[in-house]
């Protein structure tokens, strides 16, 4: 009888990659994979390991799992950056658990599970240089049209407050033969939607074909038939040139959608930071992609109570957006990790200044989504289907303006039945909160 195995996975969509692989692992050593932890023999947890509140989860997470090694559970095996940077720690201070597993390691999954069997605590960090294993057949756990591609692992950017580097190793972009291998085979398994990560998506190529690739690279993907949509994540603002520009623009398949993380918008801090970019490169660069992609949408991300943000800063970082207003905006507070840079910093902020900032900042961006919103009443969008709502009534899907998971969802209701993976036209006829609420239509849109 085969054994049972569950996969907890945690933390950002490239974490999400990496637990589909493994279940692809598992699957060709004739295991079987079970959403219930109650029916699992071997459970996975592959954990995010960022910042504080992460570890938090992944601690949590952890124990709880522990708890059911009382029952059914055989052996209890902790995978990804939090198992990378704590390396031997964890299975010291958890003694339920018999592996740990880096984010380079991966690929072992299956020799890990046998030889944890045999008695064998094993932990297993470094390797930090392949991306080979990002060839291995996924078992795509969403099945809601859309599929995340990762094009590169680890990061050049050392950036003061992260962390990343050490736990995913140096930039290394995968051959543009696998990416568009695996994208057709997504493609051909339902997912409409191909959604490009990496810990930054504007260098793929540099290291490999000794220059950008990334706009080559949105024009062979956008040659498959059964991909619809194709969308980029984590955009660094310096590295967007005028080629992708204009491949945005022009592309139909490419969503007019860029996650483009300024994290401030203080040239100081910026710099305190480690980044390249300045406030001022910012402002022309969103003034450019606006009038350049008419009703482009952009994400972005920042840190609030970095050390040495001063009342100044935090008032400059407020003022920009405040006037440009991007469209998604999503609001960290400054965690403090050891082994970086900025932990070392002097004048750490308070956590009651940082709360403060936090707060002030989101109750901005609820004023943007909210305008927003109410220019989007009464058009028309192509709208990917999700799923049913908990109702039963609506519809969940989501425009061009909505990347899956941290954006906000459109509920619709159609007289005709619809599948998951459809793009239908929604017309949008209210607001609820940050969501919007609309119904198919056949009226005509642009």
């Not at 569950?6 to 699957?27: Q, T």
């Not at 597993?101 to 930090?128: F, R």
């Not at 994290?263 to 100081?268: L, N």
Request: aromatic content about 8%.
């Amino acid at each position: 009888m085969k054994k049972k195995i569950g996969v907890i996975s945690l933390g950002c969509p490239k974490n999400l990659i990496d637990s589909e692989i493994m279940l692809g692992l598992i699957k060709n050593c004739e295991y079987e994979i079970v959403n219930e932890k109650e029916e699992a023999q071997i459970l996975i947890v592959n954990t995010c390991g960022f910042i504080e509140s992460a570890k938090q989860e992944s601690i949590n997470t952890i124990l709880e799992m522990a708890e059911c090694k009382k029952d059914r559970c055989e052996l209890l095996i902790v995978t990804g950056c939090l198992a990378e940077r704590y390396k031997g720690d964890i299975i010291n201070e958890i003694p339920e658990v018999d592996a740990c597993v880096g984010t380079g390691n991966v690929a072992l999954i299956c020799d890990v599970i046998e030889k944890a069997y045999k008695g064998e605590k094993q932990v297993l960090y470094g390797k930090l240089d392949d991306t080979s294993y990002l060839n291995t057949e996924r078992v795509v756990s969403t099945k809601n049209g859309f599929a995340y591609l990762k094009i590169a692992e680890g990061c050049d950017n050392c950036c003061t407050y992260c962390i990343i580097p050490s736990l995913r190793g140096r930039f290394r972009s995968r051959n543009m033969e696998d990416v568009l291998l695996e994208a057709e085979s997504l493609s051909k398994n339902g997912a409409k939607e191909i959604i490009l990560v990496a810990q930054d998506t504007t260098r793929y190529g540099l290291d490999i074909y000794g220059k950008k690739m990334l706009s080559e690279l949105l024009r062979k993907l956008s040659s498959i038939d059964d991909v619809k949509w194709i969308r980029l994540l984590y955009c660094y603002p310096e590295e967007i040139d005028e080629e992708l520009v204009n491949e945005i623009s022009q592309n139909n398949k490419v969503l007019k959608y860029l996650d483009i993380p300024f994290q401030h918008a203080s040239d100081k801090v910026l710099k305190a930071m480690g980044r390249r970019g300045t406030s001022n490169e910012y402002k022309k660069l969103i003034m450019d992609l606006r009038s350049r992609i008419p009703g482009i949408v952009l994400r972005t991300s920042v840190i609030v109570g970095f050390p040495g943000e001063t009342e100044e800063d935090f008032n400059e970082l407020y003022k920009f957006f405040s006037e440009y207003k991007v469209d998604r905006l999503g609001v960290f507070s400054y965690s403090r990790e050891e082994n970086t840079p900025a932990s070392k910093y002097k004048n750490q902020i308070s956590s009651k200044t940082i709360k403060k900032r936090f707060d002030l900042m989101m109750d901005l961006q609820k004023e943007t989504m909210d305008l927003n919103n109410s220019f989007r009443l009464d058009k028309i969008y192509p709208t990917i289907v999700e799923g049913v709502a908990d109702d039963g009534i609506f519809y969940i899907g989501r425009t061009y303006a909505e990347a899956p998971d941290i954006d906000s969802l459109i509920y619709f209701t159609s007289e005709e039945p619809v599948q998951i993976g459809d793009i239908v036209k929604v017309k949008i006829m209210n607001i609820d909160n940050y969501d919007l609420i609309g119904a198919v239509t056949n009226e005509f849109t642009e």
